[in-house]
């Protein structure tokens, strides 16, 4: 699939370094696709808030974004 602006995807947390906060996934929303294929996006945070991140390659790995699984009903 392309990401295209308003597509809702999953954005995985790092963590933090000294290991007291976990990676975590969070729902976030495509706000522009950069040239490169980065993509600019408000990450919907699972404490309430959100947040805007920058320059976020598509991955499984931290601070990356990635579809969320289909699901069949």
């Excluded at 522009?32 to 309430?48: A, K």
């Excluded at 598509?58 to 990635?66: H, I, L, T, V």
Aim: charged share 20%; proline share 10%.
């Amino acid at each position: 699939m392309t990401p295209s602006i308003g597509r809702i995807v999953i954005y995985h947390h790092p963590g933090s370094a000294d290991g007291l906060h976990p990676r975590k996934d969070s729902p976030a929303m495509i706000q522009r696709v950069n040239e490169d294929g980065t993509c600019e996006m408000i990450v919907f945070s699972v404490y309430g808030g959100l947040f805007f991140n920058h320059n976020v390659t598509e991955g499984d790995g931290p601070s990356q974004w990635a579809w969320p699984p289909r699901v069949e009903g």
